[in-house]
């Protein structure tokens, strides 16, 4: 028996090589990869709670997440995880974030993180237009070198 694979065909013994291999990449990223074990939005402090495979926690404010911003309790409480834990899905909102992603701050593409780097940076505090005033007594930024 023959398969397709888009524009190729491919035996069955390939078919069979290719899930051993496709087994063994699954069970390595499972073995080195944070997984879930539960995803729950708590009204309270209004966090989505990730609670990991490893025994840690990893929470977040649904307004750091792209496409969560403006969701309703009702629509943060309707979380699931994939099967594996490796992805949070919520229906309702058509969102799906990867865990090992979230873990590491990619809270949406890469336009919307740099939207929220830009909110960041335009915050204005007491501290830092102290900062930015001191600097400006030394000077100024210090100018780029030319790399040659």
Same mark, same amino acid.
């Given at each position: !028996?023959?398969?397709?694979?888009?524009?190729? =065909?491919?035996?069955?013994?390939?078919?069979?090589?290719?899930?051993?291999?496709?087994?063994?990449?699954?069970?390595?990223?499972?073995?080195?990869?944070?997984?879930?074990?539960?995803?729950?939005?708590?009204?309270?402090?209004?966090?989505?709670?990730?609670?990991?495979?490893? @025994?840690?926690?990893?929470?977040?404010?649904?307004? =750091?997440?792209?496409? =969560?911003?403006?969701?309703?309790?009702?629509?943060?409480?309707?979380?699931?995880?994939?099967?594996?834990?490796?992805?949070?899905?919520?229906?309702? =909102?058509?969102?799906?974030?990867?865990?090992?992603?979230?873990?590491?701050?990619?809270?949406?593409?890469?336009?919307? !993180?740099?939207?929220?780097?830009?909110? @960041?940076?335009?915050?204005?505090?007491?501290?830092?237009?102290?900062?930015?005033?001191?600097?400006?007594?030394?000077?100024?930024?210090?100018?780029?070198?030319?790399?040659?």
């Amino acid at each position: !028996m023959q398969f397709k694979n888009w524009n190729n =065909l491919i035996s069955e013994e390939e078919l069979d090589a290719q899930i051993v291999s496709a087994k063994a990449v699954a069970q390595e990223s499972d073995a080195t990869e944070p997984r879930a074990i539960s995803v729950r939005f708590d009204r309270l402090s209004r966090l989505i709670v990730i609670s990991l495979k490893n @025994g840690a926690f990893f929470s977040f404010p649904p307004t =750091l997440v792209q496409g =969560l911003a403006e969701a309703t309790a009702e629509d943060l409480d309707d979380v699931w995880l994939d099967a594996s834990g490796s992805s949070v899905h919520w229906e309702r =909102l058509d969102a799906d974030f990867d865990i090992t992603g979230l873990v590491a701050g990619i809270f949406g593409t890469k336009a919307w !993180m740099s939207q929220l780097g830009c909110k @960041g940076g335009q915050a204005t505090s007491e501290a830092k237009a102290k900062a930015s005033r001191d600097n400006g007594k030394k000077g100024g930024r210090p100018k780029k070198l030319l790399q040659i």
